[in-house]
């Protein structure tokens, strides 16, 4: 093999210079250029790396901000849903409600189309029998209006005799009263005079002495009589009373049965006229319900129109649900967007109630 003279590059020396490939080649300034004549890689790279490090930040910031806008817009779209999906709501129930009041009047109706002979005649039975017992009411009210109009009278021409036997008792009674007010006046004066003279005899010395407890004595005399008249007064009126409160209870409880058997009647009355008016309505609605039947048989295209009615709003219903359930989904997924727009909220929040009590504690320290 030939021999070839080979300039092996020795690498770094401690100064970072590189020693030329060939000797041959240092004139070339292509191939004998030093390395050290090239720009710095490091700084490049540096440089490079703080631009990207900023765009990233720059990228993470523009995120934030996205998200956070996305959470303000995600947070309106949850209240606009929130309030379409109660007025939803709201129209389901009153379909809801139309449908099962349809539902049972179809249902009824198929049942009278199918048995109207049946279901006419019960109403025909209905109104039969509670006309019956309607009459018989009205009759038997008839009757205990008569016995009780009787019995009135005679209670009241009881009460009439009792009355005339009892206007002398009053009578004798007002003026034992009388007599009674008299004598215990009476004593009550003569008292008085007595307290005054013993009074007077306590005041007079000597002579005066004498004649005021003679005085005395005339008065205490007076006096014991107006006393005992009193209690005689008194006594008169006792006697008086007892008789009159005995007549009284001899009237009341000669009236008593004749006063409960006119209560009676008037109950019994009261529950008749009761009676006859659960009747009366008794008739009216299977009346009504006759009348309904009838219509029912002879337009059975009102029912054809109905059952078409149900079907229909059965399919809006099926409808209006799946709706409702797309727009739960929806809102939900709203909901959940929107938590950071809540948090920040909150923080604003927070953050004017700090300034607030923040100026309410500057103003508080001024003073």
Known sequence: MADHDINIPFGPDKTGSYE?????????????????????????????TSEFVVAKAR????????EVQSSFAALRDSI?????????????????????????????????????????AEQDAIIAQNS????????????????????????ERMREYHDQQLNPLETELGRARANAERAKNDERSRKAELGAAEKEADRAEGGDSQVASAKVKVFEEAYDEALARSNAAKEALDQVQKAYDDAVDQVEQAEAPLERTIDDM???IEELKESINRLGENISVATKRRQYCDSVYQYPDETAKLRDSVASDEEAARQMDAD????????????RKAKTAKIAIGAIVAIVIIAIIAVIIVAVRGF
Do not use: C, M, W
Not at 26 to 48: C, I, M, R
Not at 59 to 66: A, N, P, R, T, V
Not at 132 to 155: F, H
């Open 20 to 48: 030329p490939i060939n000797p041959e080649d240092a004139a070339n300034p292509e191939v004998g250029q030093s390395f050290t004549d090239l720009p710095k890689v490091d700084g490049e790279n540096d440089a490079k």
């Open 59 to 66: 990228e993470e910031e523009s995120s934030q901000i996205d």
């Open 80 to 120: 606009d849903q929130g309030r379409e999906l109660k007025a939803r709501e709201r129209d389901r129930k009153e379909l809801h409600d139309r449908l099962k009041a349809d539902h049972e009047e179809l249902a009824d109706r198929e049942h009278i189309l199918a048995n109207y002979q049946a279901v006419v």
């Open 132 to 155: 019956q017992q309607r009459e018989a009411r009205k009759a038997e009210l008839a009757r205990i209006s008569a016995d009780l109009s009787e019995a009135q009278d005679a209670l």
């Open 266 to 268: 008037n109950a019994q």
């Open 324 to 335: 409702n359930k797309e727009l739960r989904s929806r809102l939900a997924e709203n909901k």
